[in-house]
């Protein structure tokens, strides 16, 4: 069975300094796909990254990058230079192979930023 | 690209009444999603369709529930009857299954059920 955990329920950071938000991930299947998403309080889901498990190099996406530690079975979220507006909930999310792209979402971890 | 639609963005109904959740996906994407997103369990898959045919319904949690897409830009989900218990944000998303794309989510529709 797939499984996505995030152990931090809450976390907090100060603007402009950078924070790492964990993810692990359970699948046997060597080929899937690894998203982060963010929810702000308006409740949208807007993807972030993504990093595939063949992929050489961690994602990174402006001031989000991926620490993709494949043998650990980790895909944490690096953001970089904290701002106000990154205050929300944080997803991550695995896709395993043909599953018609179907999602398993961890249970989120609530980042505030602190001015 | 207009993104996912959804409508109701909110709807509040009574315990007992039927509600139905429309979603229009992204043109071209030929898988659709619904999830149910409360603070107690999270985001729950609860159906999914691959070009219209639903592939997997486990997450449906009763028979008060079900969905249909009759075509490639049109789905519901209908709750019927209602229950309190059924007050959450849900979540319609679309994507393209022929490799890991992101899935892109709807605005959700806030229901709640007095």
């Known amino acids: 069975a797939q499984k996505i955990t995030q152990t931090q329920p809450g976390m907090f950071v100060q603007e402009k300094e950078a924070v790492t938000l964990d993810c692990t991930y359970d699948?046997?299947?060597?080929?899937?796909?690894l998203f982060w998403y963010k929810q702000p309080s308006s409740g949208e889901m807007i993807f972030l990254i993504y990093?595939?498990?063949?992929?050489?190099q961690n994602a990174t996406e402006g001031r989000y990058s991926l620490n993709f530690q494949k043998a650990r079975k980790s895909a944490n979220l690096v953001i970089s230079a904290s701002q106000l507006g990154d205050s929300a909930m944080y997803f991550c999310a695995m896709t395993p192979p043909n599953t018609g792209n179907q999602f398993y979402f961890g249970t989120g971890t609530s980042l505030t930023v602190i001015p | 690209d207009a993104g996912v639609i959804q409508s109701p963005r909110h709807e509040v109904t009574e315990m007992g009444q039927e509600v139905t959740l429309r979603c229009k996906p992204i043109s071209g994407h030929n898988s659709l999603f619904w999830y149910r997103q409360t603070m107690m369990r999270g985001l729950e898959l609860l159906i999914y369709f691959n070009n219209n045919v639903p592939i997997d319904d486990s997450g449906m949690p009763e028979d008060r529930f079900s969905a249909k897409m009759p075509n490639a830009s049109f789905s519901t989900l209908k709750i019927q009857p209602s229950e309190p218990r059924d007050s959450a944000v849900y979540f319609c998303a679309s994507t393209r299954t022929e490799a890991s794309y992101e899935q892109y989510f709807g605005p959700g529709t806030r229901l709640t059920v007095t």
């Open positions: 699948t046997s299947d060597p080929s899937y796909g």
């Open positions: 990093q595939g498990s063949y992929d050489q």
